[in-house]
């Protein structure tokens, strides 16, 4: 069996729960230690409207931590800072450990929250799209962040990666990972289209994206529509997927039932433990 695969799979069970199961809730509002220190990179979800661990805030959006790598990466920020910053309080998780802010794309459900969690964070460095508006770019400035526009692929820290902005009705930019088990693509909504943005994760580092997780936005495709592209994302080499956010329960369901063992029940306060590349 694949690394990536016995591995995801296991902390799927252990950390998130099965698809269906009632994750075990703690005592009051003391911290779960989720902070890797296994050599894995740990990506934890901290904002979505899919439910999961019972003690976190729901609400539309997304942000996922990416922990583990020479830097500590916050991918989107949803739409509230105060639910951001609440959730990762109950999680154990300090605003100011993190060294990079990702934002996938310009709405305010990814992008919202941001003002507020750089007032805990301030000397985080935002990477965005070069066309995001101008108010975006001057929450960061005015907090004291550096803005770094995107527009071609870049390297975030090392295995870290932005796709470039990736065009469509909606401009975008996918978080692309390197473990020892092969490529992450992490995506805000994919607004460009889900198997478009597995594409140009790709051509950003060598190997198949293997797992892709985040929005895939597919609410309101048929079922033809997801079975189709399910069927490209699987040629173009994915073997995981974790869909939430925009995606749309009955596209998860059919994710779910598609991909089997592969499929990862994500959802906010999901955890997803991936093996390292050797430094």
Same mark, same amino acid.
């Given at each position: 069996m694949h690394a990536l695969l016995a591995l995801v799979i296991t902390? #799927? *069970?252990?950390? =998130?729960?099965? $698809?269906g199961c009632t994750p075990k809730q703690n005592q009051g509002d003391a911290p779960m230690p989720t902070t890797s220190r296994d050599g894995s990179v740990k990506l934890t979800v901290l904002y979505d409207n899919f439910p999961q661990e019972p003690r976190l805030r729901t609400d539309w959006g997304f $942000?996922?931590?990416v922990e583990g790598l020479e830097k500590t990466i916050l991918f989107d920020t949803g739409e509230r800072g105060e639910i951001l910053l609440a959730n990762m309080r109950k999680l154990g998780k300090r605003?100011? %450990? =993190? %060294? =990079? =802010? !990702?934002? &996938? +794309?310009? @709405? &305010? %459900? +990814?992008?919202?929250? *941001?003002?507020? /969690? *750089? $007032?805990a964070a301030a000397n985080a460095t935002v990477y965005g799209l070069a066309s995001f508006p101008e108010t975006i770019k001057k929450t960061a400035k005015a907090a004291g962040a550096r803005f770094t526009p995107v527009t071609e692929a870049v390297k975030v820290c090392d295995h870290a990666f932005s796709t470039g902005e990736v065009s469509g009705r909606i401009n975008e930019?996918? *978080? !692309?990972?390197? #473990?020892?088990g092969g490529l992450v693509a992490l995506t805000g909504c994919a607004h460009p289209g889900i198997v478009k943005m597995v594409q140009a994760a790709k051509e950003v580092a060598p190997g198949d994206v293997r797992l892709v997780m985040g929005g895939f936005h597919m609410r309101d495709d048929t079922e033809a529509e997801v079975l189709e592209v399910i069927q490209q994302l699987k040629d173009l080499g994915v073997r995981q997927?974790?869909? &939430? @956010?925009c995606s749309g329960?009955?596209?998860?369901?059919? /994710? $779910?039932?598609?991909f089997g063992d592969d499929y990862i029940a994500s959802g906010l306060g999901a955890v997803v433990s991936l093996p390292s590349v050797s430094p």
């Open positions: 902390v #799927t *069970l252990t950390l =998130i729960g099965c $698809a $942000a996922c931590l605003p100011e %450990d =993190i %060294d =990079i =802010i !990702v934002l &996938s +794309h310009e @709405h &305010s %459900d +990814h992008t919202g929250g *941001l003002g507020e /969690f *750089l $007032a930019e996918a *978080l !692309v990972i390197e #473990t020892a997927a974790a869909p &939430s @956010h329960e009955h596209t998860r369901e059919i /994710f $779910a039932r598609e």
